[in-house]
């Protein structure tokens, strides 16, 4: 099943905060992150493993609550360059992942 | 290091056409995977080969076919292509399977518009 991204779309002024989140309606075993920019390809930013432990990448941090099968993704004041489509991507339990339709996060100065 | 790199980068089809995608990596991963990519539809996976020799379908198979070739070579075909089939297609590899926690490796993708 296709988890759930949310919100769909964000716009924000360079230096503030963002939350982007996932829920899935099945069991999750890890949640990838990763952030694709306008024509390019997606670009692998972290993986969140059961246990709750919250993995960082620069200025940008996740957590995954595995009871809730929700992961969310933290952007702290966020830089032109975090501009781009972020995607969850699931581990249901088979050999792939199943990817969210994606939150546009577009960055101003 | 290329990592993972797909040919052709665009492509104009006619219906009824057929054609083969292809996708290489030189990372020695034994996984790869094909997805396609639709406006508002994020990325949903066409097949995947978990490892050489082995080939599964993905959420949306219906007017594809697949070739593990070898260890670095995984090729998407479309027998008879459908304008439904326009998109942009981008192949992924990674060490192993989403269970071993490795990131996937995306190339640059394929612009395919059928007429």
């Known amino acids: 099943q296709q988890p759930v991204q949310s919100p769909q779309a964000v716009i924000l002024r360079e230096g503030e905060d963002a939350v982007i989140n996932c829920s899935s309606s099945?069991?999750?075993?890890?949640v990838h992150w990763y952030r694709q920019k306008h024509g390019e390809a997606p670009v692998f930013l972290m993986i969140?493993?059961?246990?709750?432990e919250q993995k960082g990448h620069e200025k940008i941090s996740a957590s995954f609550n595995e009871k809730k099968q929700q992961s969310s993704l933290y952007l702290t004041a966020s830089q032109l360059s975090y501009s781009g489509t972020y995607f969850c991507?699931?581990?249901?339990?088979?050999?792939?992942?199943?990817f969210g339709q994606g939150t546009r996060l577009t960055i101003n100065p | 290091n290329a990592g993972v790199t797909q040919t052709p980068k665009f492509q104009v089809l006619k219906t009824g056409q057929s054609m083969t995608l292809q996708c290489a990596q030189d990372?020695?991963?034994?996984?790869m995977y094909w997805y396609r990519q639709d406006p508002g539809m994020g990325l949903r996976l066409i097949y995947y080969?978990?490892?050489?020799?082995?080939?599964d379908k993905g959420e949306v198979p219906n007017g594809y076919n697949v070739s593990r070739l070898n260890k670095r070579e995984f090729s998407l075909r479309l027998e008879s292509a459908a304008p439904s089939q326009t998109s942009v297609y981008f192949c992924?590899?990674?060490?192993?399977?989403?269970?071993?926690?490795?990131?996937?490796?995306f190339g640059d993708g394929t612009r395919l518009s059928i007429l």
């Open positions: 080969s978990a490892s050489e020799g082995t080939t």
């Open positions: 099945k069991a999750l075993y890890s």
């Open positions: 990372m020695n991963h034994n996984s």
């Open positions: 991507g699931t581990d249901q339990g088979a050999q792939k992942l199943v």
């Open positions: 992924a590899s990674s060490a192993q399977g989403p269970q071993s926690n490795q990131p996937q490796h």
């Open positions: 969140l493993l059961k246990g709750g």
